[in-house]
């Protein structure tokens, strides 16, 4: 958010920059978006630094809004933000999505959060694509290696819940050279020969769960 901008001018800059609405229509159009994402118009003529940093992301989200897209990319969209906020925002975005039947593609490392806000989950290592399938699947019954690491990490409420720990060994490659056959090799605990020389096939292992590893395919 620009500093020197009020947040009625950011909220306008989009509509007026894409010649979307006149300069009347882009502030009645600031007001409207600035109360649905919870905030009240007698705080556009304020400044980003007067806000707490759950009400900026608030601002930065009507931003986006604004301009009525019909697709979202949200990265790492509440990862600077404290528990309860996001919570408050996470709520936000699926109230929003509802109400102008958006889609979005969110990247996030949280796979707390990932759960609580997507339909459907794509892991990706290395920029590649290792698993896709809905939450449920995804969550109750991950097939990739990197997928079961992952979920195991993920903390439990539960004092009494017993989850078996995988612990990856060895560091992350470098993407500009990553290494031959599956990207994943030289850290999965159960890679083999192939791995290391053949690239695996994205196949689709069940009905809409599709993973990219030697060990599913026939």
Known sequence: ???????????MEPLLTHKLATKKEAEQKAANMIEKVGLSKEQLDRYPHEFSGGQRQRISIARALIVNPK???LDEAVSALDVSIQSQILNLLIKLQQEFHLTYIFISHDLNVVKHLSDRVGVMYLGQMMEL???????????????????????SIDPKEKKERVILQGDVPDPSDPPTGCPFQLRCPMA??????????????EEDHWVACHLYEE
């Open 192 to 205: 083999h020969e192939r791995c290391a020389e053949e690239k695996p096939r994205f196949i689709e292992k």
């Open 1 to 11: 958010l620009n500093p020197r901008m009020t947040v009625k001018k950011l909220l």
């Open 71 to 73: 697709l979202v990319i």
């Open 133 to 155: 399938a809905t939450t449920d699947k995804l969550y109750e019954n991950p097939l990739h290696p990197y997928t079961q690491a992952l979920l195991s990490a993920i903390p």
